[in-house]
């Protein structure tokens, strides 16, 4: 039910998109591996105004005025406690458009009402992607949907998301404070596991919490207080432990005041953009971690990934980076080629499973051939055409790096939001 109301088959659609541009893009100014900053800026402006056309041309003024009307019913039969009927006029308006966030969020409130809450999670998640997390009642109602399967801790943040959208929202205040009190003997239970497990380390040891989504981000500032001065803990895995973007600011303190944490796996936690700009805080004069996971983190290419290459420039540590199943692309490769100019340290980096194509795959080729220490750069699930592979390859011969494009299944998704 989850997949056919709330994820449309548009899987492949992107990047069969970004090829056909790249074919056009090799049309018009030739296959090279660079252009002058003159070209880039023309080519994105003219990609821009194609794209914009595409959008219009497949959503019609007629059918975004029938999903408008269907939208308008559903919200009539929804007053009138017709939750039914109510979830299959907002599902037929889907047909006429799939980017209305409104419409997924109104799903979840069918949902809700009809107990259904694992198909309210999944539409709030998709009006949120829609929205870039802007969304207040998708925040709110995912934050109720929450409530309703006891997880109390990711529907205080839910709540906590609709304070700093509307400070004013009374109602979300109270729903705050109520699952703050019930997350206080889930958090003691938490800190005395963690005080207990640390205690019981040898030196060099690793601390594997993965998967235990009651962590959240009060869990990790437990721990941020924990091993901030601690000496034992080499290896630390977090990965799908819910810590969302507000543990970014925990992470950091403990890669900055930390002085014996090698390996940090905090994978498929929703940290997003705005969480790694608060890790990379820690990252700055961090001299001790070699392997970093931040695959499956919903960073998308902004600003985050971009001051993260940045740092790295400077860094004398970090050898393995994964940045796989990230919503990131051109800007991001961009970033990194710059990086590998510069940066003597870095090994392995997997851009696996993102959104990169041919043209990010250039731009990283062009300056992993200037970097004498970088050995793999992963790229599986792209959609690469095989005559780049194949010149890429020819380019790498006789170099120290090379380019990954076996193909490796997708690692299982985390949260988004």
Same mark, same amino acid.
């Given at each position: 039910f989850?997949?056919?109301?709330?994820?449309?088959?548009?899987?492949?659609?992107?990047?069969?998109?970004?090829?056909?541009?790249?074919?056009?893009?090799?049309?018009?100014?030739g296959?090279?591996?660079?252009?002058?900053?003159?070209?880039?800026?023309?080519?994105?402006?003219?990609?821009?105004?194609?794209?914009?056309?595409?959008?219009e041309?497949?959503?019609?003024?007629?059918?975004?005025?029938?999903?408008?009307?269907?939208?308008?019913?559903?919200?009539?039969?929804?007053?009138?406690?017709?939750?039914?009927?109510?979830?299959?006029?907002?599902?037929?308006?889907?047909?006429?458009?799939?980017r209305?966030?409104?419409?997924?969020?109104?799903?979840?409130?069918?949902?809700?009402k009809?107990?259904?809450?694992?198909?309210?999670?999944?539409?709030?998640?998709?009006?949120?992607?829609?929205?870039?997390?802007?969304?207040?009642?998708?925040?709110?109602?995912?934050?109720t949907?929450?409530?309703?399967?006891d997880?109390?801790n990711?529907?205080?943040?839910?709540?906590?998301?609709?304070?700093?959208?509307?400070?004013d929202?009374?109602?979300?205040e109270?729903?705050?404070?109520?699952?703050?009190?019930?997350?206080?003997?889930?958090?003691?239970?938490?800190?005395?596991?963690?005080?207990?497990?640390?205690?019981?380390?040898?030196?060099?040891?690793?601390?594997?919490?993965?998967?235990?989504?009651?962590?959240?981000?009060? &869990?990790?500032?437990? #721990?941020? /207080?924990? @091993?901030?001065? +601690?000496?034992t803990?080499?290896? !630390? %895995?977090?990965? *799908?432990? =819910?810590?969302?973007?507000?543990?970014?600011?925990?992470?950091?303190?403990?890669?900055?005041?930390?002085?014996?944490?090698?390996?940090?796996?905090?994978s498929?936690?929703?940290?997003?953009?705005? &969480?790694?700009?608060? #890790?990379? /805080?820690? @990252?700055?004069? +961090?001299?001790?971690?070699?392997? !970093? %996971?931040i695959? *499956?983190? =919903?960073?998308?290419?902004?600003?985050?990934?971009?001051?993260?290459?940045?740092?790295?420039?400077?860094?004398?540590?970090?050898?393995?980076l994964?940045?796989?199943?990230?919503p990131?692309?051109?800007?991001?490769a961009?970033?990194?080629?710059?990086?590998?100019?510069?940066?003597?340290?870095?090994?392995?980096?997997?851009?696996?499973?993102?959104?990169?194509?041919?043209?990010?795959?250039?731009?990283?080729?062009?300056?992993?051939?200037?970097?004498?220490?970088?050995?793999?750069?992963?790229?599986?699930?792209?959609?690469?055409?095989?005559?780049?592979?194949?010149?890429?390859?020819?380019?790498?011969?006789?170099?120290?790096?090379?380019?990954?494009?076996?193909p490796?299944?997708k690692?299982?998704?985390?949260?988004?939001?």
């Open positions: 989850v997949e056919s109301l709330v994820f449309p088959p548009e899987k492949g659609e992107g990047m069969l998109v970004a090829i056909n541009r790249i074919k056009e893009r090799e049309e018009k100014y296959t090279r591996v660079t252009y002058t900053p003159e070209e880039v800026k023309r080519m994105r402006a003219e990609e821009a105004a194609q794209f914009q056309e595409e959008e041309e497949e959503e019609p003024a007629a059918e975004l005025q029938l999903a408008a009307e269907l939208k308008e019913k559903g919200n009539t039969l929804f007053k009138a406690e017709e939750y039914e009927l109510s979830l299959r006029c907002y599902r037929d308006s889907l047909r006429c458009t799939t209305n966030p409104d419409i997924f969020s109104n799903i979840a409130a069918c949902c809700l009809l107990n259904r809450h694992q198909d309210a999670l999944a539409a709030c998640d998709r009006a949120l992607s829609l929205t870039k997390g802007k969304h207040v009642k998708a925040w709110f109602r995912r934050g949907a929450h409530r309703m399967l997880d109390f990711n529907a205080h943040y839910d709540f906590r998301e609709v304070m700093l959208l509307e400070p929202n009374k109602l979300a109270k729903q705050k404070a109520e699952m703050r009190q019930k997350l206080r003997p889930t958090e003691q239970h938490i800190e005395q596991t963690f005080k207990d497990h640390i205690v019981q380390l040898p030196d060099y040891s690793e601390l594997n919490y993965s998967h235990r989504k009651d962590i959240g981000p009060h &869990g990790a500032m437990l #721990l941020r /207080e924990i @091993l901030r001065t +601690n000496d803990v080499a290896t !630390l %895995n977090l990965s *799908n432990c =819910n810590l969302r973007s507000y543990s970014g600011d925990q992470l950091a303190t403990v890669l900055h005041d930390n002085k014996r944490v090698t390996s940090l796996n905090i498929c936690n929703a940290l997003r953009d705005s &969480g790694l700009i608060d #890790l990379c /805080e820690g @990252l700055m004069n +961090n001299t001790t971690l070699v392997d !970093l %996971n695959a *499956n983190n =919903n960073i998308d290419d902004d600003k985050g990934t971009q001051l993260l290459a940045e740092i790295l420039q400077d860094n004398h540590s970090l050898q393995n994964d940045l796989s199943s990230n990131v692309g051109f800007q991001t961009s970033a990194f080629a710059r990086c590998f100019r510069v940066n003597k340290r870095l090994e392995t980096i997997s851009f696996s499973h993102t959104l990169m194509a041919a043209d990010s795959v250039w731009r990283l080729c062009s300056s992993s051939t200037q970097n004498e220490n970088l050995q793999q750069v992963h790229f599986s699930g792209l959609t690469i055409p095989e005559n780049t592979k194949t010149e890429v390859a020819a380019k790498l011969r006789y170099k120290r790096c090379q380019f990954n494009f076996d490796t299944p690692p299982t998704t985390g949260p988004l939001f």
